[in-house]
Structures are given as structure tokens and as C-alpha cells.
């Protein structure tokens, strides 16, 4: 049988050197190797040793056509028993064109590309693998010598020189491919995908289905020496500066980038380990599951060593983990979780988001662009910056700092460093001027740096720091040909660019001080605001006055005093101001300091504070100082206006009516009931709410009862309810309880006095926490600065963007392999659908909407398509607009098509063009039915057995909120029928598919 298969061989593998495209020269002229050129190359490569490596040394081994390597053991002419697991392939020149692939039964080998000269390089064009599970390409050196005894491939050390250069790569079928190189350079298409189709409980390969990953991939660049066996760093210098930078598409089922030199992720590159599914597979007889994470991660901590930059798109369906001395990120990055750690400085001016937890560690946080995440922990030793331009979103965001602050101190470029503690005025001074802009010496800046705004919002927030500021150093001063006759007009956006606020909680521990400075800082809803400081001042950024009179009234436990401050001036005038500062709360109100035994003081100076629910202060003194307080409201921003959005352009700041003071609910260490500065009657949303809520509930009890025929018949005798309603704590929340008494009453009779009455009830108990109240009216209540409500709100979003759903056709590639799919263009909205804000130019109201726009394989729009050429379904898209302009939307209107007759069956068919939209339906208005009809398809057949003249119009309509939001109708269609024969069938046939892009028939 040997003696065969060698002939065999002969036959098949002809030796044909000097014809062959590819360039494999042995190194060894004694060497087993034997190369055979055909429409396909072939390599037989070394027999294995015992240890199961095939050794294959070469001066060249250039491809540019397919090659084939087989296993000599499998070929009958060699005898050793010994199974291959490892091929080397050493080279001096190494350069691949095109595929290559393993053919030897039912295993499979890992293979390694290796050259270890100092400057050798291997470069990749187009090449693809088959049949090997482990591919490793090295421009590197070993510390085991690399010849046909070797026992194992154990450290690798990336050469001075050395280069890897890959140009799209595909290798569907491997379960780790491994890049070693000084400098690897990557462009073009770099992925492990597979297409699969499900059959049953398991998914099969197939040209169409799902898409799978199957691989990852593992860059080592820079000087590192790595463990072959477990890829972990062995040694690494820390001291080279030059960058390598990543280019094209790199899809995997992990990716992983270790460094000891600075790493960049191109513009317009993409990382990506998002799929429809994962498969699993072994290497050496272990059994390998992809995680789907993307990890980067440079060696050296030095300042400009380590340095990480994304200005790309990194995406994955599981996690990303980021690891440098610093890191840039200018593009956008999204996970499930994410982790991001450096050492030295974190700088974000892109988008960051995770659908489930984002972990932010650095020495210095910067961030001027969006931080989005389900759970979102971010922790600096020396400052964390919210700059103007930066957003954080949440549901729940810890924030733990020495500096904080959201916002900029000045209208300049901010520096990124650990700022000393500011001047506060918390009383009143001789110059009459105020605010941290004065107190501070500021100077006025030439240009400004930006308008942008700085957000912090979450359900449940808690900032830590020694420093906590938030600031709006947004102020106007006036030119000395303009009178300000007691008002001045400031821009309404300008005055609200700068926020923090928590839904729920809100807790707030500052070991020196905190600030809110021209800014926002609230509580929306029924719940604690909690701050532990020994200073908070809520403050102007900036007042400069001549000639005016300042108040000021404190308050301690103990006592209150009133003082004033004048300036003898002939004239008064304001020369410069800021917006009020604006702090309020919906639930409860906690200022205590750091201990039991130290004390602390809250000073509102010419600003604005109205707290909702109960006050508590410990160990506190409160001071609010104003310009000229007065009783009545002058010209100026209703209380609503300062909390929430309205759409205004500017608004007169009356600047002798320069602080509001306002407690709606009981206050708790201060020496009296504080008195509003002014007669302002806000009204308590959550005591409206909870007292609505307990009325309808009565009422409600009240009717059923007498429904069920128990009115009481007389005052003496029947049937009769009671109630008695109070809130009690339960687990640190207010609960609303109601006991509901049903009572009845008997008669009994007392010879010689009056009758005994007795009553007998049965209490039942009802509770509900306040704040499940207070968010379901919520629900039905308004999005601040619209007219709608936020299930509306979305399903106007929808609609809007359901008007640009279409069917289409475009290119995929999967591979190699690219071809023509059809679907539908939709979309999906993001985790945050939306943000409302005023215009800063206009005074508008705008309306940004945060989506992905993607191309789905069904109308349905469940199934995404994958890999298609020039899209990605990941890239979150934004757009923005006033708000009255989308206020306008209504879905759009539908083409009638034509009217068809069928003369044999008397069938009349109605067609119209296909409006994709989430929940939507037609409705169809036609001569042939006495009632508008309601359908979802995009035809309708009915019978006629006379002549005459049919027509129909269609419009097309969604849910909106509890309603229906229909478009126009379409023009009115219209075509006059002859009846022709004895045609009129009792079944109508079934309506044709969909038309799109459809026109009239002539």
C-alpha cells in the first residue's frame, strides 16, 4: 500500500519548479521538503519529530497563488506514528498572496510564520486559511532554537526591525491567529467570520444565514518578549515613543492589542467583535470559548510611553477594556461593559457607552464628550473634569475625585490640573462686588473658548471630592453707553448650560466645599438630596454693583440676625451680572457636616433655592443675602423656569429681586419657619400628586362600595366605609397607607333606654411608596419644554424616523465573498433617545434625536443584516432640529398604486405603497365600502358585478401615546369599471406582495 501512495504522489505532484508563481525555496538542499506547482501549489512539508512539530526552514517563501500543505504522515511514506500539532515555517523572505491550506484527514495543525532577522518582515495581501486553528505570524526571535529537534516554541522576541505588514486577511475556520512584530501595520478587511444557517438546535455552515465569528485575534507589538504557550508578557522595554498605529476592519470573536509602545486606532478603522453568533472550538486537544472582549493595553506607564488613542470605532457585543498611561478617545466605543484604567490621564472628546457598567480609573479624568452606561463608576486621584461639552448619563453614577467640578471656573481653555481651593464672599463686603469671578481676581477673557454646555444626570448620583464645584462662568457686563434701568437681559441657554441633577438620590460628600456657581443642581423627584460639607454656597459667578443696597439675614439653631451693607454713591448702577444659581429639590433636603462635632452653612447669595420636601439641618447656619429685597415679584424667571426648560430666547433679570428663598415643606435646625424673600406661590407637585392620587382612590373605593348595594340606609343601622389615609417610613421610603374600613352597623333592642348600636368593621390596608406616585404621574406628565409626554415623545421619534424606513438592496461582504441582499432600512433608538436643549443662537427649542440607522434582513426589522459594505448598524447617528418643526410630524403619506379588474371574476384590487412603521396600519377609504377600513397589508380586493365608477385614497397611521397619529391621504384614485360576463367569485384571491417604488399603470 506504501508503495502505491508514493506512486501515486509521483503522479499527482510532478515536480515543476522553474514554471511555479510562487517563489518557496528550502533553505537545506538536504531538507524532505518537496514543493509542486499546479493550478494549486502544493507543500509536503518535514515528517514531525516526537514532539509533534514539523520544522520547514526556507530562504523565500512568497505566494501568490492557493498552496496546499500536507502532512507526510498521512500520505502512507512515513511510518513514525508521531500526530503533527505545530508547523514552522522559517523564512528569511516571507511574503502571502493568497490562501493557504491544511490537508491531512480529519486533523488539523497549528502553524507558525516566522522570521528572526533583525529588520525581517512578513507581509500578508489577501491571504486566507483553512484547516488551521492557531496561525501565528512573528518577526521575532526565539528563545528556543528553532531547528528539527526542537521540543517546543516557548518566548518570542520581536526584532529591532521587525515588521508585520497585513492587507486583508480571512481565516473563518481558526481559533487564534497571533501577530509579533517591532511594527505591525493593518488595513483593508482582517476577520474570522462564517456565515450559518439553524437547523434545529444547532446552526450549520451554510452561504447564507446568520453571521458567526469564530476567531480572535492577538497583535504584540512594540519591544516584547511574549510566551508562545500563554501569551503572557515575559519582558518589555518601557521607553519607545514612536506609535503604532491600526487601520481598516478588524472582526474577530476577541481582539486583543498588547503594547510596549504608544497604540493608536486610526480614524474611520473599526474594532469589532459584534455578531449573530459565537462558536466555539479546541486548540491542542483544550476546548476554547471566545469571550467577545476587545482589550488594549500598552506596558509602560511613563507619560507619552504608554499613551492610547481612538479616534476609530471600537464595538462589542460583551466588553472592551482600555489599559495605558494615557488615553484619548476622540471616537466612539460601546460594549456591554466597559473598563478604562490610566495612569496618568483619561481624555474623552468622543462617545463612551455601555449598555451595562462602565469602570473609569485615572489620575486625571477629562471629559468633553458623552459618558453613557447603565452603571458608571469613575474614580481620579487628583481631579475628575466635567468640561464645558462633556455629558454624563446614567441610571446610576458614582463619581469619586480630590477636584471636581462640572463646568469651567473661566470662559477660557481649560487647564487639566489639580486646582488650589477658591475664595468664597459668605458675607457681606465693602466693594459690592460678588461672586467667585470677583473674589478670585478672574480677568475677562478676549475670545471665548466654547458656548457648549456640561451635563451630569442620573437616577441615582453621588459625587466625592475634597472640592466640589459646579460652574457657569457665563456673565454680561455693561457697555458704558447702555442703562440697565433695573433689568438686564440674559440669554436663556447661556443662563442653563451647566447641570447637575439626580432623579431619585442624590448625595454629595466635599471634605473642603461645594459650589454652584451660575449653575443647576437639583433633585427631580421625590427622593433625598443629601450634602455633607462644612460650606455650600449657591452664588452668582458674577455681580458688580454701584451704589446698591445689600441684605443679608442668617439663621443658626439658635437665633437669626438681619444686617446691610451700603455704598454711598450718587448713582447706582449694576455693571455686571451672572444668571442666579439655581438649587432645588423635589424630596428631602439634608445638610449636615462631615461630623457630629463640626458644624457647617449654606450662603444663598442673589440666587435661587426652593426646596419641596422637608429640610434638615445639622449643626448649620443658613445666610441668603440679596440686592434691595423687595415684596412683590418684579420682571424675571418664574420658579418652573429656572427648574425646567422653557422656550424662551432671553429673559429680564430683575437685579433688585436678586434671590428666591423658598421651603414648601417642614424645616427642621434653623431657629424659625423661614420667610420667603418674596410672595412667589409655588405650587408642591409632590403634595398635589399624592393628594390626587389619594382622592381617586377613595372616590374610587367609595363607588365600588355603593355599586355593590351597600349604601347606607339610614344613619343608624346598614352599611357604611370609612377611611383613614397617613404616610408612614418603610425601609428608608415614604409609604402612602390608606386603611379602608367596610363597617356594618346592627340595631339591638334595650327595654327602658335607647337602642344599641353595634358596629362591626373589617380594615383592610393599602400602601404605596411615594415615589412610585410621584414617577407615575410623571409618566403623564410633560417632558419640560414640550407638549407631550414621554410615551409620545418616543412614538413621535418613531414615526419621524419609520417616514425614512424603506426597502433597499445593498452589498455584503463576508470574506472574500460579496453579493448583492435584499431588506429594509430602519432603525433602532439609542438608550438615551433624546435631548431637549434651547438654542443658544435662536432661543429655540430643540430637540436632538440619538439613534442607529440600520439595514435589517425582514420587514419586521428583528434581524440585522451584517457586514454590509460602506454601513455601520453601530455608529450612533444624531439629529437635530427645533422642536416645532418635528411637533409637525405625522406619518407619511402612502402612493395609491392602481386599480385592477379582473372581467372573469369580477375582482377589483386596490394597491398603495408600503409605509413602514412601528404598530402601523392603513386606513382605507373607498367607494366600494360604506365604512373607512382598517389594514395592515398594502392591497385590498373586493367583488363588483356593475358598472360603474370605483375609487379609494389611503393614509397611514401610528400609536401615539394612548392615541392615533394618522397622516394625509393620498390623492383620490379613480377608474371606472365595465362589468363584463358572469364573473364575481364568492373568494377573493390573496392580495399580491408589496410594490415598492411602484407606478400608476397607464
Known amino acids: 500500500m506504501k508503495l502505491i501512495k508514493s506512486a501515486l504522489l509521483i503522479l499527482l505532484f510532478s515536480p515543476i519548479w522553474f514554471v511555479s508563481a510562487s517563489t518557496i525555496t528550502p533553505k537545506d538542499t538536504q531538507s524532505s521538503i518537496r514543493f509542486y506547482s499546479g493550478d494549486q501549489d502544493k507543500l509536503i512539508i518535514t515528517s514531525p519529530n516526537s514532539n509533534g512539530i514539523s520544522y520547514n526552514r526556507f530562504s523565500t517563501f512568497s505566494t501568490d497563488r492557493p498552496l496546499s500543505i500536507l502532512d507526510p504522515t498521512s500520505l502512507g511514506n512515513d511510518d513514525s506514528g508521531t500526530q503533527l500539532k505545530t508547523v514552522i515555517i522559517h523564512a528569511d523572505t516571507l511574503a502571502l498572496a493568497d490562501s493557504v491550506s491544511f490537508l491531512s484527514g480529519a486533523i488539523s495543525t497549528n502553524i507558525v510564520f516566522i522570521v528572526d532577522g533583525v529588520n525581517g518582515s512578513i507581509s500578508c495581501n489577501g491571504c486566507s486559511f483553512s484547516g488551521f486553528p492557531r496561525i501565528t505570524f512573528a518577526a521575532a526571535k526565539s528563545t528556543t532554537t528553532l531547528s528539527s529537534n526542537m521540543t517546543q516554541l516557548t518566548h518570542l522576541t520581536n526584532t529591532a526591525l521587525g515588521s508585520l505588514n497585513i492587507h486583508n486577511l480571512s481565516a473563518p475556520d481558526a481559533v487564534s491567529v497571533e501577530f509579533h512584530a517591532q511594527t505591525i ?535 357604611m366605609i370609612e377611611f383613614k389615609v397617613r404616610t408612614e417610613k418603610i425601609d428608608l421610603a415614604d409609604y402612602l397607607v390608606i386603611t379602608v374600613y367596610k363597617c356594618q352597623i346592627h340595631e339591638e333592642a334595650n327595654p327602658g333606654s335607647d337602642p344599641i348600636y353595634d358596629k362591626f368593621c373589617l380594615p383592610k390596608d393599602y400602601q404605596w411608596s411615594v415615589q412610585s406616585i410621584a414617577e407615575n404621574v410623571a409618566e403623564h406628565e410633560n417632558v419640560p419644554g414640550t407638549d407631550l409626554t414621554y410615551v409620545q415623545l418616543v412614538d413621535l421619534i418613531e414615526i419621524y424616523l419609520g417616514n425614512f424606513a424603506a426597502a433597499g438592496k445593498m452589498e455584503q461582504r463576508i470574506g472574500s465573498d460579496t453579493r448583492e441582499v435584499d431588506g429594509y432600512w430602519g432603525h433602532a433608538l439609542a438608550s438615551v433617545p433624546y435631548e431637549i436643549s434651547t438654542n443658544s443662537s435662536t432661543g429655540n427649542i430643540d430637540i436632538t434625536l440619538r439613534y442607529y440607522k440600520r439595514f435589517y434582513v425582514d420587514r419586521g426589522m428583528s434581524q440585522i443584516h451584517q457586514h454590509i459594505i460602506g454601513h455601520s448598524p453601530n455608529e450612533l447617528k444624531t439629529k437635530t432640529m427645533t422642536f416645532s418643526s418635528f411637533r409637525t410630524t405625522k406619518p407619511k403619506t402612502p402612493t395609491a398604486y392602481n386599480i385592477s379588474y379582473d372581467d372573469k371574476t369580477g375582482v377589483v384590487g386596490l394597491r398603495w405603497s408600503d409605509v413602514i412603521l412601528p404598530g402601523g396600519n392603513f386606513q382605507l377609504d373607498t367607494s366600494l365600502s360604506a365604512h373607512t377600513v382598517s389594514i395592515t397589508s398594502t392591497s385590498r380586493n373586493y367583488t363588483k358585478k356593475q358598472n360603474g365608477q370605483v375609487n379609494f385614497r389611503v393614509r397611514a397611521c401610528s400609536a401615539f401615546g394612548s392615541e392615533t397619529l394618522c397622516g394625509n391621504y393620498s390623492a383620490l384614485k379613480t377608474k371606472t369599471i365595465t362589468y363584463v360576463g358572469n364573473g364575481g367569485g364568492d373568494t377573493d384571491p390573496p392580495p399580491p406582495p408589496p410594490c415598492w417604488d411602484c407606478e400608476d399603470d397607464k
Open 185 to 719: 501595520a493593518t488595513s483593508g478587511y482582517i476577520h474570522s467570520l462564517f456565515k450559518a444557517s439553524k437547523q434545529g438546535e444547532k446552526h450549520v455552515i451554510s452561504s447564507s444565514g446568520l453571521v458567526g465569528v469564530n476567531g480572535g485575534f492577538s497583535f504584540f507589538t512594540g519591544p516584547l518578549t511574549m510566551n508562545y504557550g500563554d501569551h503572557e508578557v515575559v519582558d518589555a522595554d518601557e521607553t519607545t515613543s514612536s506609535v503604532n498605529t491600526f487601520y481598516g476592519n478588524i472582526h474577530g470573536a476577541g481582539i486583543s492589542i498588547v503594547s510596549a509602545r504608544p497604540v493608536t486606532i486610526g480614524s474611520g478603522s473599526l474594532l469589532s467583535t459584534q455578531s449573530n453568533i459565537v462558536a466555539s472550538n479546541y486548540i491542542d486537544d483544550n476546548f476554547f470559548v471566545p469571550t467577545g472582549n476587545i482589550d488594549i493595553v500598552t506596558i509602560s506607564k511613563k507619560a507619552g510611553y504608554g499613551t492610547v488613542k481612538n479616534a476609530g470605532r471600537v464595538f462589542s457585543d460583551t466588553g472592551v477594556n482600555m489599559l495605558g498611561s494615557d488615553i484619548h478617545n476622540t471616537g466612539a466605543v460601546v460594549g456591554h461593559n466597559l473598563q478604562v484604567v490610566a495612569n496618568n490621564l483619561f481624555n474623552n472628546t468622543g462617545s463612551i457607552e455601555a449598555t451595562r457598567k462602565l469602570e473609569l480609573s485615572s489620575k486625571l479624568i477629562d471629559n468633553r464628550g458623552a459618558l453613557y452606561a447603565h452603571t458608571l463608576n469613575a474614580q481620579s486621584d487628583d481631579a475628575l473634569f466635567n468640561h464645558l461639552g462633556g455629558r454624563i448619563l446614567g441610571n446610576a453614577v458614582s463619581l469619586e475625585t480630590s477636584y471636581f467640578i462640572n463646568g469651567s471656573r473661566q470662559e477660557t481653555a481649560p487647564s487639566i490640573t489639580k486646582k488650589s481651593n477658591l475664595e468664597f464672599d459668605d458675607d457681606l463686603n465693602a466693594s459690592a462686588n460678588y461672586g467667585i469671578f470677583n473674589s478670585n481676581a478672574f480677568n475677562a477673557p478676549s475670545v471665548k473658548a466654547t458656548e457648549l454646555s456640561a451635563h451630569i444626570n442620573a437616577t441615582i448620583l453621588s459625587i466625592s471630592a475634597k472640592q466640589v464645584e459646579n460652574i457657569n462662568p457665563y456673565y454680561k457686563a455693561r457697555k458704558n453707553e447702555e442703562i440697565w434701568d433695573g433689568y438686564v437681559h440674559l440669554d436663556y441657554a447661556s443662563s442653563r448650560r451647566v447641570s447637575i441633577t439626580g432623579q431619585n438620590s442624590l448625595n454629595v460628600l466635599a471634605t473642603e466645599y461645594v459650589l454652584n456657581s451660575s449653575a443647576i443642581f437639583g433633585l427631580d423627584n421625590p427622593g433625598e438630596f443629601v450634602i455633607n460639607t462644612p460650606l455650600f454656597q449657591n452664588e452668582r459667578y458674577r455681580i458688580n454693583t454701584t451704589g446698591y443696597i445689600f441684605a443679608r439675614k442668617l439663621q443658626t439653631s439658635a437665633e437669626e440676625d438681619h444686617s446691610a451693607h451700603v455704598v454711598p454713591t450718587i448713582n447706582t448702577s449694576v455693571d455686571a451680572t451672572s444668571p442666579m444659581a439655581v438649587l432645588y429639590s423635589f424630596g428631602k433636603f439634608d445638610l449636615s457636616p462631615l461630623s457630629q462635632n463640626k458644624s457647617t452653612k449654606l450662603n444663598n447669595h442673589m440666587s435661587f433655592m426652593q426646596i419641596h420636601g422637608r429640610s434638615d439641618f445639622y449643626n448649620a447656619s443658613f445666610s441668603s443675602a440679596a440686592v434691595m429685597i423687595t415684596d412683590t415679584v418684579g420682571a424675571g424667571l418664574t420658579p418652573e423656569c429656572f427648574i425646567r426648560h422653557c422656550s424662551l430666547e432671553s429673559f429680564l433679570d430683575n437685579y433688585t429681586q436678586t434671590t428666591f428663598t423658598s421651603f414648601l415643606d417642614n424645616v427642621y435646625g434653623l431657629s424659625s419657619k423661614i420667610a420667603a424673600t418674596t410672595e412667589i406661590a409655588v405650587q408642591a407637585h409632590l403634595t398635589e400628586s399624592v393628594n390626587a392620587f389619594k382622592d381617586k382612590f377613595i372616590q374610587e373605593q367609595k363607588d365600588a362600595f355603593v355599586k355593590a348595594g351597600n349604601a347606607l340606609t339610614s344613619e343608624r343601622w346598614g352599611n
